[in-house]
């Protein structure tokens, strides 16, 4: 008979300040996103130290993708909570966070300066240019475990197909009101399998996602002002962000851009940009958004705000995990809203590419589709190969120098 797997904190008297060294390690270090953080952190928990095992390593990994927000710091939430509780929480999540906030941050000011020297100008432009590239790969990358999800029937996988279109269209032309979609591919599928299956003993039978209805309210708040706005905006960016930070960019763009003019398209495609180069989860992007509305404040406010519903999402159920992993409707949801999301993601490249305002940029993005998507590589070589080629274009007297 198999051991259940752990659902509690278990305090195993690891020190607070061995937590903070440790995960403020691999806050630095922790370039390439996700997959990195994933690695490191099984590094230290599982190979290293003995923390975890490998099965309680690998549920968490599952937990943390059931829920919206950026996975990889719900996850190193999560195991600091499983070694030592709320404050091993609060202490593990804030130093895997600080080290790229404050790097992002004093980047934003450099990038985003009233008069910036040209060469910053240049790297800019350049590793902007490889942006949509970035988040081609970033959807091509989770096709095979999605659609392998869907499973063999033809119907499931007309579905699949329709829910990433729905997804593509979507980030291309309803802006804020992705996340509806998201949501509704969701349910749709929660029903349409819900109706082939048929009700469970004891399975309630009244619609499901109850609480998702109340976001269609949320979404089409009016519109707030200051610091305010910032908030919103960088809370959508934490709560509602299921599959990754990529999924948000139509949204958080059309905010930034189109509805509070913080940032200019250009500068958009290089706080993006800087989320990826940077070390930390790429939902940090968020903070060169709130660098723009606000300064200093801003960005910190974006960030306290943006985080602040993995910790909870955690802290406050952590413990119920396992039972979320085993309801059905909430893999059905899965289900339905991953193609969505993968749809959402390629489609946000579409506007980001359209940002682009220089000729010379499209032969950067070129060759970044090549390397990311062709060939498979890296997303941190490529960015930086890619202001590289900005900061050479700026010199040889192309704009934007």
């Not at 004093?106 to 009233?114: D, M, Q």
């Not at 081609?136 to 095979?144: I, K, M, R």
């Not at 392998?148 to 802006?175: E, F, K, P, S």
Request: one cysteine or more; hydrophobic letters at 55%; a positive charge.
């Amino acid at each position: 008979m198999e051991p259940e797997p752990r659902t509690e904190p278990t305090e195993r008297m690891v020190g607070l300040g061995g937590i903070a060294r440790e995960w403020g390690r691999i806050g630095i270090t922790g370039f390439g996103g996700p997959p990195a953080h994933i690695l490191l952190l099984r590094r230290l928990c599982v190979e290293r130290r003995g923390w975890l095992t490998p099965e309680e390593f690998e549920d968490g990994i599952a937990a943390t993708n059931l829920l919206p927000g950026p996975a990889s710091t719900q996850l190193a939430v999560l195991t600091a909570w499983r070694l030592r509780g709320l404050p091993g929480a609060l202490v593990g999540g804030a130093c895997f966070i600080a080290p790229g906030l404050a790097l992002i941050l004093a980047l934003a000011v450099l990038f985003l300066a009233g008069d910036p020297p040209v060469w910053v100008l240049g790297a800019a432009a350049g590793a902007g240019a490889a942006v949509p590239a970035v988040a081609v790969q970033a959807a091509t990358s989770l096709v095979p475990a999605s659609f392998t999800r869907a499973g063999r029937a033809r119907a499931a996988r007309a579905r699949w197909a329709g829910y990433a279109l729905a997804g593509a269209v979507a980030a291309i032309v309803t802006g804020p009101w992705l996340v509806l979609v998201l949501i509704a591919t969701g349910l749709t599928e929660i029903a349409v399998r819900g109706r082939e299956r048929g009700p469970e003993p004891g399975e309630r039978t009244g619609p499901a996602g109850g609480r998702a209805a109340v976001l269609p309210l949320a979404v089409g708040l009016p519109a707030l002002g200051g610091l305010g706005a910032v908030a919103w905006v960088a809370f959508k960016v934490g709560a509602l962000s299921y599959g990754g930070g990529f999924v948000i960019i139509p949204l958080m763009q059309d905010d930034a851009v189109n509805r509070y003019h913080w940032m200019t398209d250009g500068q958009f495609l290089n706080a993006v940009a800087l989320g990826q180069v940077t070390p930390g989860p790429v939902v940090q992007t968020v903070a060169v958004v709130g660098y723009a509305a606000a300064g200093i404040g801003g960005g910190l406010l974006a960030a306290a705000v943006a985080f602040a519903p993995s910790f909870l999402f955690v802290i406050l159920g952590g413990r119920h995990f396992d039972r979320l992993r085993a309801d059905r409707r909430v893999q059905d949801f899965l289900t339905g809203a991953g193609p969505a999301v993968i749809g959402a993601i390629a489609g946000s490249a579409l506007p980001l590419a359209a940002a682009l305002g220089y000729g010379w940029q499209w032969g950067v993005l070129a060759g970044a589709l090549l390397w990311l998507v062709a060939a498979r590589r890296g997303v941190v070589p490529a960015l930086l190969a890619a202001g590289l080629a900005g900061v050479l274009a700026a010199a040889a007297g192309l704009p934007p120098a």
